[in-house]
């Protein structure tokens, strides 16, 4: 058996990528700005996992930044590398790069779209070009020295706007509510996904911040959507949560304290492999 420590994901980004919108409401924070790093955020919550996403570009791929960061990695059990980042911004060279480290670390697992479903979303052939792009990332990722997996972003408003057979290219689903106020309809809309994609893993993107108000997610709320990830991985429904992420941690929101405790309490409990 696993335990659900093993099931769980860092959503991983440079540090002050947020700051912007922790300062939407200035009274509801304890510092200026958050300098939590992604590895900084693993050892603080006790999570195994990462994912880095690259935000406006950064970290580059081939940059020091980029490398800094991999190695920063080093002892993590699992790392998925941003192969689009946030708007669905590409380099284009992300494959080659993820190829390049999965050479060197052996936790590299493989890519991450962030975004990806919105990209293209005001063009009138948005699917053909979603899928020559998805294509191009396969084959790329195809050049590793060993397989490597690709997952995608996918929130619930997209849900019936996604034409399912791009859905063939892709072996990780990460479910997400953009909106907290919307998370009293996370059982209903991970029950579509189960039904319709059950040939791809599943991972459950878990907010701390929301970010259209500006507020720490409500403590009910958090304890709504933990809890129905824990129930979910422990009847093998589920293949892990995403905490989301390290650039709002650090500034004492509620909701943050609150999932360290649940962790602690939580994180050995035994679930399916």
Sequence with gaps: MAVLR???????????????????????RNYAWSRIT??????MLD???MIMVNCDGIPVPFSCDAYGYAESFCRLDKVLWGATGSAGF???NEEKFI???????????GAFMDDFFGKFEHEPNKAELQEK?????RTGLG???RKMELYVVWYASQFKSVDPKLMDYIDGLTIWTWNCSELTKLE????????NYPKQKKLLGIYMFDFPTGMPVPLELMEHQCELGLKLIREGRLDGMILEANSVMGVGLPSELWLRKWLDKVKMTEVPD
């Design 47 to 49: 999570v195994p996992n």
């Design 133 to 137: 792009l998805l294509r191009e990332i």
């Design 188 to 195: 209903e809309w991970f029950q579509f996904v189960e039904t």
């Design 143 to 145: 050049q590793a020295c």
């Design 99 to 109: 190829c390049e480290l999965a050479r060197k670390y052996p936790n590299i697992t």
């Design 6 to 28: 093993d099931k769980l994901w860092i959503f991983g980004v440079r540090a002050h990528q947020d700051d912007i919108y922790l300062g939407k409401n200035r009274a509801q």
């Design 38 to 43: 992604p590895g900084e955020a693993a050892l």
């Design 90 to 92: 590409r380099v284009g």
